[in-house]
């Protein structure tokens, strides 16, 4: 298994809830990133934080807010979600000051009623 | 044009067989490739790395760069039954492999 880890691995939550995804790093690694992957579609970039500073916000709806209070920790608040959103949700890392790539974690999967 | 196409399969072949998934770009810009192995409600895994032209062999596994034909594939030896995944291409531009370029996915099924 990866070090990269991820909670809750399955949600499910109607469009009035508000929840958090959780996503915690062992690698030692300055750069996280939040994920959507939808059936028959590419991984969907959404944010990226590099020493814990926002970076990269992919034209993401506002329902969805992140946060990332350190290196190794990386939050995505969840609020009034439409169905459509429901998908697999995977957070990755990398050291941002090496050419190395990303790793992922497993994932959760949300379903929104 | 989506700047990544990968047929999505599924793909199914007998146990033994040599495998080849294959994604091309449009991008000449990238420069570096990746393929990530997705087992069925698991996260991506990084499978193999590389970075420009050539080939790059790690056990039963090879990946090829053609950047003149802007082509990447990915061969399995000896296909096993647990190479029953999804695999997903992966590219980026210049040390910027923040945002990588993901293809849809090739649904890999080997039977015994």
């Known amino acids: 298994e990866t070090g990269v880890t991820q909670t809750p691995r399955h949600l499910v939550m109607g469009m009035t809830n508000k929840k958090s995804l959780k996503c915690e790093q062992h690698?030692?690694?300055?750069?996280m990133y939040w994920y959507k992957q939808s059936a028959k579609k590419p991984l969907e970039l959404m944010f990226v934080?590099?020493?814990?500073?926002?970076?990269e916000n992919n034209s993401v709806p506002s329902r969805f807010s992140p946060e990332c209070p350190n290196s190794s920790h990386l939050f995505l608040h969840l609020h009034t979600l439409q169905p459509e959103d429901s998908a697999l949700y995977l957070c990755?890392?990398?050291?941002?000051?090496?050419?190395?790539?990303?790793?992922f974690g497993p994932g959760t999967r949300l379903t929104v009623l | 044009q989506k700047e990544v196409e990968q047929d999505p399969g599924p793909l199914s072949v007998p146990e033994g067989a040599i495998v080849s998934l294959n994604c091309t770009y449009s991008?000449?810009?990238?420069?570096?490739f990746m393929w990530y192995r997705q087992y069925s409600r698991k996260g991506p895994e990084l499978l193999m790395y590389?970075?420009?032209?050539g080939n790059k062999e790690d056990g039963r596994f090879t990946a090829q760069v053609d950047k003149s034909s802007k082509y990447i594939s990915l061969f399995i030896r000896d296909s096993q039954p647990s190479d029953s995944a999804t695999y997903l291409c992966?590219?980026?531009?210049?040390?910027?492999?923040?945002?990588?370029?993901f293809g849809t996915g090739t649904r890999l099924q080997v039977f015994p």
């Open positions: 990755a890392s990398r050291h941002s000051t090496s050419t190395d790539t990303q790793y």
């Open positions: 690698l030692g690694h300055n750069a």
């Open positions: 934080y590099n020493f814990k500073e926002q970076t």
């Open positions: 991008n000449s810009a990238f420069q570096y």
């Open positions: 590389t970075y420009s032209s």
């Open positions: 992966a590219m980026s531009a210049n040390e910027d492999t923040d945002k990588l370029i």
